[in-house]
């Protein structure tokens, strides 16, 4: 069982639509969780990082933590074309330490 | 400020052959990470810097993968007597509280 699990997908939603991005984790000592974004033949974009359990929300972004589950999501509202690309999902155990990413989850926003 | 930058970004090496990778971190960032890419996959962490100091080289997969960072700065990733299974994106990071990747290099062993 990896560390970190993402639905590889492919996701396909509508244009406008809410997009839901899911990720769990097995290392309950995981203190830090990120979301990047991997455009093809890109290096992984940092969206989000949350550390505590509940919501953090950046625009069109939604990041949630649940660690008595060992969850975490992403939502994203109002999907765009652009938006299309792969969502990695990574967990740290310290603070600036090294990650354990998930083998990410391919979205596609159909116009 | 500039990005975390690597060098060269395609590399394609004989099998056997010896290859270096470069990255050259944000200025003023004490971290530094080295991760593989494979086709399909999620980054696989390879080995971490703090300083000149190598804190966790856990992830190299053999002895014929070496990283240095000598003066704190700039890092190095050798890989000696190339096979193709290390065909990857080598992706290199660097980090005050967050990560920042570089564009990666793109190694093709044939």
């Known amino acids: 069982q990896k560390e970190v699990e993402q639905n590889s997908g492919p996701l396909s939603v509508p244009e406008g639509a809410i997009a839901s991005l899911n990720c769990t984790y097995s290392d309950r000592g995981s203190q830090s969780f990120f979301w990047y974004r991997q455009y093809s033949g890109k290096s992984p974009e940092l969206i989000m990082s949350?550390?505590?359990?509940g919501d953090k929300e950046d625009g069109r972004f939604t990041a949630q933590l649940n660690k008595a589950s060992q969850y975490v999501s992403l939502l994203i509202r109002d999907s765009q074309p652009s938006d299309s690309a792969t969502y990695l999902c990574a967990g740290g155990v310290n603070q600036g330490g090294k990650l354990i990413f998930g083998q990410g989850t391919e979205l596609s926003v159909k116009p | 400020g500039a990005g975390v930058s690597q060098s060269p970004r395609y590399k394609v090496a004989k099998r056997g052959q010896d290859v270096a990778l470069r990255c050259d971190p944000i200025?003023?960032?004490?971290?530094l990470f080295w991760y593989q890419q494979a086709l399909g996959q999620g980054p696989e962490f390879l080995t971490y810097f703090q300083n000149e100091a190598q804190l966790d080289k856990s992830g190299l997969p053999s002895d014929r993968f070496f990283a240095e960072r000598p003066e704190g700065s700039v890092s190095t990733l050798k890989i000696q007597r190339t096979q193709q299974e290390d065909s990857a994106v080598y992706l290199c990071?660097?980090?005050?509280?967050?990560?920042?990747f570089g564009p990666g290099t793109r190694l093709l062993v044939l």
């Open positions: 990071a660097s980090s005050f509280e967050t990560q920042y």
């Open positions: 200025s003023g960032h004490v971290s």
């Open positions: 949350i550390y505590s359990n």
